[in-house]
């Protein structure tokens, strides 16, 4: 099934896993799917490459699982610029016929131990070729406080709007700790005509260098409140650990309650975070969007 048909019917509530790291074994992350399931997400993404595997089969293979072993419709994600088009092609091949008909089309982090090809400089590149080469619905990556690397919100949107003009269905955004960046966001989207659905991307902070860690690569705004949080439990793990639980949960209250598309749980892999997060929204979720 295509994701992006699901938000006509409800407020979309979904999940992101990551393969295992070299040093894991492969099992591990069909342990987590496995409690992750009892959940029952609309879909589950899952990140590319396993160790900084190239070809992506790991990612194909979990998705293949989520899918046929678990019974949840998945997406699998695609970075562009580890690849040249007779490669995306092949992946395009093996996805459909593993039975995805979602991807997650990115133009994918620059690694210093990896050189990068030359024929998807963009991720608008790269879903139109997806669309060109394949029936699938595909998914972008949107930024409510703009990409690192963008000068400025506004010249971000520009990008965005021609990714979404190139054939994107729907959105998933970056983490965010200030519900009042993504609200402004869509305001500037939808003033732009990007139309599509759009989940609002929440990430459950557990532990101090987690938070230190995404700041640096997603360029994130801390609240007062969050640093203060922050500042209060930080030596002291489990109340750090509920009180970021927590966090999320409010954000998710406040986006349910002001009918956002979706809600995109950044998992970390971590099913005991899910099913906190999940029993204390479940019921706001059922709650039809125009009550």
């Given amino acids: ?44 993404s899952v990140t590319y490459g396993a160790g900084g ?49 979602n991807v997650l089309a990115l133009r994918g982090d620059i690694s210093p131990n990896v050189t990068p090809k030359d024929d998807f400089r963009f991720a608008s590149e790269l879903v139109t070729f997806i ?65 599509v659905p759009i989940e609002a991307g929440i990430m459950p902070v557990t532990n101090k260098n987690q938070i230190e860690r995404m700041v640096s690569m997603c360029g994130v705004n801390l609240p007062k409140k969050f640093k203060q949080m922050m500042e209060k439990y930080e030596h002291h793990p489990d109340a750090f650990r509920d009180a970021g639980i927590a966090y999320a949960i409010d954000q998710i209250v406040d986006l349910v309650s002001q009918n956002v598309d979706g809600i995109h749980l950044y998992t970390m892999n971590n099913s005991y975070i899910a099913r906190r997060i999940s029993e204390a929204v479940s019921t706001l979720l059922a709650v039809p969007k125009s009550a």
């Fill in 1 to 44: 099934m295509k994701t992006n048909l699901l938000f006509n019917q409800k407020t979309v509530f979904s999940f992101e896993v990551f393969p295992p790291k070299k040093t894991s074994p492969l099992e591990t992350i069909y342990s987590t799917l496995r409690e992750l399931g009892y959940f029952k997400p609309d879909f589950i």
């Fill in 53 to 101: 595997s190239l070809n992506g089969q790991t990612t194909i293979d979990i998705a293949h699982a989520v899918k046929h072993t678990y019974g949840i419709e998945s997406v699998a994600h695609l970075p562009g610029i580890n690849f040249d088009k007779a490669e995306m092609l092949k992946i395009l091949h093996d996805l459909k016929c593993a039975g995805i008909d």
């Fill in 131 to 195: 669309k060109e080469n394949g029936d699938f619905n595909v998914i972008g990556a949107c930024y409510p406080e703009g990409h690192l690397e963008a000068t400025t919100l506004k010249q971000d949107l520009i990008h965005l709007k021609e990714k979404v003009n190139a054939g994107t269905d729907q959105l998933i955004s970056q983490l965010f700790f200030d519900n009042d960046y993504f609200y402004a966001f869509l305001d500037k989207a939808h003033d732009m005509d990007i139309n």
